[in-house]
């Protein structure tokens, strides 16, 4: 019998590259799908335990307003709601945050750092912020916050509003600008346009924000080479602190989808793999003979020692995050935490006195040990060392099948005291991560 391995069929090959529908960013460990509306009992019990005195604390608030919903967008969130409506949703997040903060586990404690995600948080107006804001400081001051970050859409950034932020104690302004060609804007349903993108950042630039980041996606509809790297020439011209580059994906709930399952495609009208990375790795290499650094498979940072992302890396660590908000998620004492994911029924659930906690998951040890491991993995390197002192896991030993795998495949060098991503292994880790999961939940849909 022949040993010589049969070639791979081009259309094979071509499928494996094309962009499906699904999910392959690791946002968290375990798997989304395995938290359990079962195990919210356990949330409820964990809040009536000590608080602890060495575990930092995080807040998350979830702002699920937009002027208009991205095609690729897969969050919560909704358009065309009236202020009425807006005051509703924020007056029970207020409400469900004032529950927790009178818990055992969470009375007296300040957040580390604070983070208003969306949807788009500056969908709301300064006179809504300004309430919102001085509502969630009376029940957990952030006197000693080392990071408040906010997400915003430029054409919903006035002068007046940025001054608003920067009161409100903004540090981190994150700009979701995904590119600067008009038409590609368009085509993806952005809302914004790209003098929308100039003006809300020389407002910010102007106001002294600590920490600007621009969001880029490589591989929307009709992108291209050209266009590309003249959206990475443009984002160096601006010098912002940060840029994070995200690698389109198409998942099941978004408007693309949709329109693949009514013109019965398989293959998303999106750039493939290769030509993703390819860009991703363009974007790394201009932006690092323009002064900046890789500091992970998403980020680009021009001064890396003053400049730092406290939410990921804290977050990251097994830090404790309290989800405030409408199908938002935490983490509190190992317990994965995600609330109702309709407004109604969790405006309503706050209504009637009863927790939003939809679903959870108490994780072990061992579980708690692989997260860090797989998701600091997206960082470029670990040391097994700070594994073997914080968990008693020697990595080497444990994943020395994958680990080894990856070396073999050229996305890893290991030594003895580094585990290092090649760009090809840092280009695609998301992928290569879900070699490290544990057997039963290797079979998850979502991540």
Request: with cysteine; charged share 25%.
């Amino acid at each position: 019998m022949s040993t010589v391995a049969e070639p791979i069929p081009d259309a094979a090959i071509a499928k494996k590259q094309a962009t499906e529908a699904g999910n392959y960013f690791v946002a968290n460990y375990p798997p989304f799908s395995f938290w359990q509306k079962e195990q919210v009992f356990a949330v409820e019990k964990m809040l009536d335990t000590p608080a602890p005195h060495d575990l930092p604390l995080g807040v998350y608030m979830h702002i699920p307003f937009c002027r208009k919903r991205c095609h690729f967008c897969y969050f919560r969130v909704y358009t065309e709601k009236s202020a009425a409506e807006i005051r509703a949703y924020t007056h029970a997040a207020m409400e469900e945050f004032s529950r927790y903060a009178a818990r055992p586990y969470l009375h007296g404690r300040k957040p580390k750092f604070v983070y208003f995600g969306g949807g788009t948080p500056s969908y709301l107006s300064v006179p809504q912020l300004q309430e919102l804001t001085d509502r969630m400081k009376e029940l957990m001051p952030w006197d000693e916050a080392e990071e408040v970050a906010f997400e915003a859409e430029p054409g919903t950034l006035s002068e007046k509003k940025l001054e608003a932020l920067r009161q409100i104690g903004v540090t981190r302004l994150s700009l979701g600008v995904e590119h600067f060609n008009d038409h590609i804007l368009e085509t993806n349903g952005r809302a914004h346009r790209s003098g929308e993108v100039d003006r809300a950042y020389n407002f910010a630039r102007g106001l002294g924000f600590e920490h600007i980041n621009i969001d880029l996606i490589a591989g929307m509809m009709n992108d291209t080479t050209e266009l590309w790297e003249m959206a990475v020439a443009k984002a160096i011209s601006m010098q912002p602190d940060c840029v994070t580059i995200y690698q389109m994906e198409v998942p099941y709930n978004t408007g693309i989808y949709k329109q693949m399952q009514a013109e019965g495609q398989v293959t998303a009208p999106v750039a493939d793999w290769p030509t993703k990375r390819g860009w991703v790795s363009y974007a790394f290499d201009e932006f690092v003979k323009a002064g900046y650094t890789v500091t992970s498979a998403y980020t680009v940072v021009k001064n890396p020692d003053k400049i730092k992302f406290v939410y990921r890396d804290a977050l990251w660590d097994g830090a404790d995050l309290l989800p405030i908000g409408v199908a938002s998620f935490g983490h509190l004492g190992g317990i994965h935490i995600q609330n109702q994911a309709e407004i109604t029924p969790y405006i309503e659930t706050i209504e009637r006195g009863e927790s939003a906690i939809y679903r959870a998951y108490a994780t072990s040890p061992d579980e708690r040990f692989v997260r860090e491991f797989i998701l600091k993995l997206k960082l470029g390197s670990v040391k097994p060392s700070y594994y073997q002192a914080k968990f008693g896991e020697n990595v080497m030993t444990r994943f020395a099948p994958q680990l080894h795998w990856m070396q073999d495949e050229g996305f890893a060098k290991l030594s003895e005291d580094k585990i290092e991503l090649t760009r090809d292994g840092l280009l695609q880790v998301d992928r290569l991560l879900h070699e490290f999961f544990l057997p039963h939940h290797k079979s998850a849909r979502y991540t």
